[in-house]
């Protein structure tokens, strides 16, 4: 909300080095060969899908000198997000400044792209090319002044498994020490804002700690932004953590932050000391029973943990005084507590993100109010739309309008305002959706890039 507000009013901020103003990325609907029966190759039909909206307006003010960690499920739209960001897809919707530069425009983004440095979630790299040759040509690209370019790429593959590969083609590098080398590809040029999407992917546990220090040291002077599946590489590396989830931001904070607003509660495990005789596990169970209504999440012959959640912190002073007073007589060895892990946190924002796409049955269509007064149901993200009935002699294909989407508060897309009416050019083909749902028709997609064609745009 605050970012929102910021960027409304025009306010920058000096410590900011990227604000994402809700941004949007929709992708084209795709041509695909299908059949609706299973035994003929006579009913073979084109179809179309309909737009995939992958980013649904993100707001998102990003500081110099911190980690930005970005979390999210398999297709939640993070490296959707890094594309636009770097200029690799076109945004649909909204903007995003990079040091004060709009990835909107091609001349903020010529800009954008001398600040920056891309670590790809798959790497770009050519076989035929030795780890030295790849940083050399980077640090050409990057533009570095000739004389220093040996000695800058020399010292990026001075350390880790890339100091022995320097000269061995990159077509012989394990998988590992190629996500190793886009990341020291990425670094290359002193650049003030850095992309890793998924940088450690397929590393061993020693060449991501290694990497985890060149990316710690690399944070002085300029801002990053990392997504990872792994928990913790975010709680050791993310300064702020964010977590997105169907093509919206649910979360975001530090570590501790999230775990104690979005995680169930404390973690607590006791363990039982084995040297005077058999643990007393049953009495805790019925102590943490009787005082909190708790039973254990996991339990053995020797230590057992139980889930605190938050509305029971009034009662954990008097409680834990008195387990501890009792630990002798239960012969426990040592009480931990601790916040919920990250990966629960996570595990709760991917459930909640899931149930609320499934309630919202028709979450694709939403209502279009024409200025000419009556009501049409369009596909979520469409930009150009046909009206059904508006075929005449005159216009064959009826009539269309373009759409203009923004984002509401809670980040869900909807109609900021149409266009005027206008003739549908008569080449342009039009994807017939179900004609009625509910008593409200439902207007046919185009492509829009036959209206841009048709346009000259
Ligand atoms: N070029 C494209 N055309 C159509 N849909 C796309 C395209 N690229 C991505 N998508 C869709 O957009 C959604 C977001 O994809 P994205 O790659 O951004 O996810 P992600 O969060 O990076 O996932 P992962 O953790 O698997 O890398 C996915 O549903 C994906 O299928
Ligand atoms: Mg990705």
């Known amino acids: 909300m605050m970012v929102k507000q910021q960027a409304e009013k025009g306010m920058t901020n000096e410590g900011v080095a990227v604000q994402v103003c809700g941004l949007i990325k929709t992708y084209p609907s795709t041509y695909t060969l299908g059949c609706s029966c299973v035994c003929c190759c006579c009913c ?3 179809k ?18 911190q980690l930005f960690c970005l979390l999210g499920p398999n297709g939640a739209g993070k490296t959707t997000t890094i594309s636009c960001l770097t200029g690799i897809t076109p945004i649909t919707g909204g903007d995003a400044l990079v040091y004060g530069h709009s990835v909107a425009s091609s001349v903020g983004m010529a800009k954008i792209r001398r600040l920056i440095g891309v670590c790809p979630q798959f790497d770009i790299l050519w076989d035929a090319l030795t780890g030295q040759e790849h940083l050399e040509l980077f640090a050409n690209i990057k533009g570095l002044p000739p004389s220093e370019i040996k000695s800058v790429a020399a010292k990026s593959l001075s350390e880790g498994k890339l100091k022995t590969a320097t000269n061995v083609r990159v077509g012989n590098y394990s998988g590992g020490m190629k996500r ?16 890793l999407d998924e940088p450690t992917t397929g590393m061993d546990p020693i060449t991501r700690r290694h990497v985890w220090d060149i990316i710690e040291d690399a ?9 990872t599946h792994s928990m913790e590489e975010a709680d050791i590396l993310g300064d702020r953590i964010a977590i997105m989830a169907k093509g919206k931001l649910r979360c975001i904070g530090t570590s501790i932050h999230l775990k104690s607003r979005f995680g169930a509660g404390y973690v607590c495990n006791i363990n039982f000391s084995t040297t005077n005789g058999e643990p007393q596990t049953e009495p805790v169970k019925f102590f943490f029973y009787n005082h909190l209504d708790l039973k254990p999440t996991e339990e053995s012959k020797t230590f057992l943990t139980f889930i605190i959640p938050h509305n029971k912190e009034p009662l954990l002073a008097r409680f834990f005084a008195e387990l501890q007073e009792r630990e002798y007589e239960f012969g426990i060895s040592d009480i931990q507590m601790g916040l919920t892990t990250l990966e629960e946190v996570f595990l709760n924002i991917a459930k909640q993100a899931e ?45 269309m309008v373009e759409v203009f989407w923004k984002t509401d508060d809670a980040g869900t897309l909807c109609i900021s305002h149409h266009s005027p009416e206008a003739p549908i050019p008569p080449n342009v083909e039009l994807i017939k959706n179900e004609s009625l749902i509910g008593d409200m028709p439902v207007g046919f997609t185009i492509d829009p890039n036959q209206i841009l064609n048709a346009n000259g745009r």
């Open 355 to 399: 149930l609320e796409s499934s309630s919202a049955a028709q979450e694709n269509l939403v209502v279009l109010h024409l200025t000419s007064g009556t009501s049409i149901q369009v596909s979520m993200g469409v930009r150009f739309v046909g009206i059904p009935g508006t075929e005449s002699a005159e216009h064959p294909k009826g009539l």
């Open 48 to 65: 179309r899908t309909a737009p995939y909206h992958a980013v649904k307006g993100l707001w998102l003010n990003l500081a110099k000198g």
């Open 219 to 227: 944070k002085k002077g300029r801002a990053i932004v990392l997504t």
């Open 180 to 195: 190793h080398l886009s990341v020291a590809i990425a670094l290359i040029g002193d650049p003030r804002l850095v992309f």
């Open 44 to 46: 073979l039909k084109v």
